[in-house]
């Protein structure tokens, strides 16, 4: 996978890693369909990892992207996110679902990258802009 100049082949390589490991923690019993996310932040060396975490109220499930997203405005309150790696059992890459992408919005760019893939290694990559061009914004 080509990479952007500004992210290391290693990072990403390390963010995946960390997507993979959440996913294994995924708590998916309904869907059986596990997800692990993992972010790297500004400014931030810890990248932050994220599972699925569903519920017998359906409605009431978390998916990884915003599972990893509470995580890290917990950790370290506000946050910029340099990029998302979402990791899924599908060939196909998986394309963050609305309400996560509504979500990472809040605490992105239009160019921020979101990469997604599965054990074999990242598959996609887009631009934030791409999945998302015009988030609600109550500010504008
Ligand atoms: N899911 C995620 O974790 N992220 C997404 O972007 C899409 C969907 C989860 C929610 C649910 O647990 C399962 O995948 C099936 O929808």
Aim: glycine letters at 4%; aromatic letters at 10%; proline letters at 6%.
């Amino acid at each position: 996978m080509e990479t952007d100049q500004t992210i290391q082949p290693s990072d990403l390589d390390e963010a995946w890693k960390v997507a993979l490991a959440a996913r294994k923690n995924a708590y998916a019993p309904y869907s059986q369909f596990k997800v692990g996310a993992a972010l790297k932040l500004v400014n931030e060396d810890t990248i932050i990892p994220g599972c699925n975490v569903e519920n017998a109220s359906y409605g009431a499930t978390i998916c990884a992207e915003r599972s990893a997203i509470v995580s890290a405005c917990t950790q370290f309150g506000k946050l910029q996110i340099a990029y998302v790696v979402i990791v899924t059992g599908e060939s196909k890459p998986t394309v963050p679902c609305a309400l996560c992408l509504q979500v990472i919005a809040e605490f992105s760019t239009p160019d921020t990258l979101v990469f997604s893939g599965n054990e074999s290694g990242i598959t996609a990559k887009w631009h934030f802009k791409e999945l998302l061009p015009k988030p609600f914004t109550s500010f504008e």
